[in-house]
């Protein structure tokens, strides 16, 4: 996945990198909640990657790229990527 400016970023989650955070949308943070909880209770090893899967499906990432700083937003439920740049940055 590139940028507007051409710079390749990633919209996975990489808990290494800085500048990458993970996001849930308000109306699904409960949801989002119980899921967590689902995979935290379970013992049996398959049903628990299942709950990984499910509750993953709400998180969503917001990268900043660290060539022009733009936000790129990777929404939750793979819905379309978005764009946005700072206005009113001091340094242009
Ligand atoms: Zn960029």
Redesign the pocket.
């Known amino acids: 996945m590139n940028?507007?400016?051409s710079?390749q970023?990633v919209g996975k989650i990489d808990l290494e990198s800085k500048g990458r955070y993970a996001v849930v949308q308000e109306d699904d943070y409960l949801e989002f909640l119980s899921a967590e909880m689902k995979v935290i209770n379970e013992d049996d090893e398959q049903k628990k990657n299942e709950f990984i899967l499910l509750a993953s499906d709400y998180v969503g990432s917001l990268v900043k790229?660290p060539?022009?700083?733009?936000l790129i937003l990777f929404p939750p439920h793979g819905d379309a990527v978005e764009f946005y740049k700072k206005d009113n940055d001091p340094r242009q």
């Open positions: 940028c507007i400016c710079h970023v790229c060539n022009c700083e733009r």
